[in-house]
């Protein structure tokens, strides 16, 4: 059997396996969450030796910093990953809520039901901690899942997805519920892209290369969760110090995150008290600073910003950094060069707050707060499977009910349409 067969025949079991899934009961899909949080912790020694395994290689091929931290699954991310699977169970069960009813003068009742998507298949590379995340809100939504995860975290990925099996058996589920691709290398991609009729959704979480070759090749729909090119304003009624503390954790905090901010556009009026201070803060962590024309003055050792800048997700402990005229240019640069994920205001203007929430387009705004927090975790989604950067039925953190799509329930007594 060739590793398409293979494919092909782990993809129609959870097919087969999403019907029992999609119709499992609240208690049931919570018994595994339970016993998946029990071995996860049990299991805490063996993941780790695996994920070291994933480290050292990409350590000896060279990636870099930013890179390895993505990889990394220390104990306190396993702790966390454990969390957030007792969050998950703790969610309500969004499969069978009516989200709208009526009925009808001819007596007819009709009502819009959430119900499962199917089979879900995730594309995402080097975060193995997305492996947990992404499955456990699949299961708890009703759906199975295709997981294709990047070489990079082959040992990390095999180990969770085993110890997942192993909840799913503990629980009396199919084990074909989840499921990791690991034969075929970027070829599989592209072939899982075309089995239309057993996979229902496709969701990348990756660099721009990945995004554009999934659009490009996929039957299946697309959900993108696309690059992170977030911006902080800081407009010229900013409380400096409130800037000063929510710039730096929007950069440094976690950088190697999507919702890191990459862009800090300041207000020419308060640029000079601020910029300086604020040089000085990315100095001592580290951050270099590629800066415009009237940024270089106020911060001369910082390096000058190319078009390109504006554009890039650094991912790591860079930032762009542009001086602007006018809150209307600030707004102009963020809906030209963002990607509508993540982006910020530090004001203590109301109006500008307000202007800035109603003519930027994004799927999370800030105001007086960091970027960090687009997140399903912090907006209470338990986890997420990713942060859509599309407009159509999900955007942000996707979380249990983006999972769902509906059906329509209709009551009848014997009407007949004349």
Request: charged share 30%.
């Amino acid at each position: 059997m060739n590793w398409k067969e293979e494919i092909l025949e782990m993809v129609k079991k959870t097919k087969i396996s999403s019907y029992t899934v999609s119709n499992l009961s609240t208690e049931k899909k919570n018994t595994f969450l339970d016993k998946l949080a029990s071995n996860l912790s049990e299991y805490t020694d063996r993941i780790i030796e695996e994920n070291q395994k994933d480290i050292k290689k990409a350590e000896k091929q060279g990636y870099t910093c930013a890179f390895i931290d993505r990889l990394t699954l220390g104990e306190k991310r396993i702790d966390k990953m454990i969390k957030a699977v007792k969050k998950v169970k703790e969610l309500p069960d969004p499969v069978g809520k009516v989200i709208w009813s009526t009925v009808r003068p001819n007596g007819l009742k009709i009502e819009r039901v959430r119900t499962p998507i199917g089979v879900i298949g995730i594309i995402y590379e080097s975060r193995p901690d997305v492996t947990i995340e992404a499955s456990i809100l699949c299961i708890k939504s009703g759906n199975c899942v295709i997981l294709k995860g990047g070489k990079e975290a082959i040992n990390s990925n095999k180990i969770l997805v085993e110890i997942m099996k192993k909840s799913l058996q503990e629980s009396d589920i199919p084990s074909d519920a989840v499921n990791l691709l690991t034969k075929g290398g970027r070829k599989s991609v592209k072939f899982i892209l075309t089995l239309y009729e057993y996979i229902d959704l496709i969701i990348p979480r990756g660099g721009t290369s990945l995004i554009k070759t999934v659009v490009e090749h996929s039957y299946i729909p697309v959900i993108k969760h696309y690059a992170g090119v977030c911006h902080t304003y800081v407009d010229k009624d900013a409380d400096i110090q409130l800037a000063l503390k929510v710039v730096l954790n929007a950069k440094v905090q976690r950088p190697a995150t999507c919702n890191a901010t990459e862009t800090l556009l300041v207000h020419q009026e308060i640029a000079e008290k601020f910029l300086p201070k604020m040089a000085d803060l990315f100095r001592k962590n580290g951050v270099e600073m590629r800066v415009c024309e009237r940024t270089k003055k106020l911060i001369p050792d910082g390096k000058d910003a190319t078009e390109e800048d504006w554009s890039t997700e650094y991912l790591d402990l860079i930032i762009s950094i542009k001086i602007v005229n006018s809150i209307e240019e600030a707004i102009s640069h963020i809906n030209k060069y963002g990607t509508q994920h993540s982006e910020a205001i530090i004001t203590e203007n109301k109006n500008a707050a307000e202007k800035f929430f109603r003519e930027v387009d994004a799927a999370a705004l800030y105001h007086n707060a960091s970027t960090r927090f687009t997140d399903g975790g912090e907006f209470g989604l338990g986890a997420e499977i990713g942060i859509s950067t599309d407009k159509i039925h999900a955007r942000g953190p996707m979380g249990l009910e983006e999972l769902t799509t509906y059906k329509y329930l209709i009551y009848g007594n014997g009407q007949i349409r004349e």
